[in-house]
């Protein structure tokens, strides 16, 4: 069976070609496309992590434990409407 599709495969695929970055008109990488925030992990750095290299075992935990919460729907009992909506429009702990 190996022996009968290996020249299919072969055939269908030209030599590699060498792939670039694609680039806007001024020069920057072109990061467009579609993202998704459907993880805790942000694009950039939050500012309050500036400078540092690590985080401990410890702030990786408050990080996923605080994330959690804000994901989960049953916190939002426990919030004024302006903690709400405050929580909502800010972004969360993440762990970058």
Request: proline share 9%; glycine share 8%; charged share 15%.
């Given at each position: 069976?190996?022996?009968?599709?290996?020249?299919?495969?072969?055939?269908?695929?030209p030599a590699a070609e060498q792939?670039?970055?694609?680039?806007?008109?001024?020069?920057?990488?072109?990061?467009?496309?579609?993202?998704?925030?459907?993880?805790?992990?942000?694009?950039?750095?939050?500012?309050?992590?500036?400078?540092?290299?690590?985080?401990?075992?410890?702030?990786?935990?408050?990080?996923?434990?605080?994330?959690?919460?804000?994901a989960s729907s049953d916190r939002?009992?426990?919030?004024?409407?302006?903690?709400?909506?405050?929580?909502?429009?800010?972004?969360?702990p993440r762990v970058g």
């Open positions: 069976m190996v022996l009968v599709l290996a020249p299919l495969a072969a055939a269908g695929h792939w670039t970055v694609p680039r806007t008109p001024d020069g920057q990488s072109d990061l467009q496309g579609v993202w998704s925030f459907a993880t805790i992990t942000p694009l950039e750095r939050p500012s309050r992590h500036a400078g540092r290299h690590l985080l401990t075992a410890e702030a990786v935990a408050q990080e996923n434990q605080t994330a959690a919460t804000r939002r009992g426990a919030l004024s409407p302006d903690q709400d909506v405050a929580t909502a429009n800010t972004p969360g």
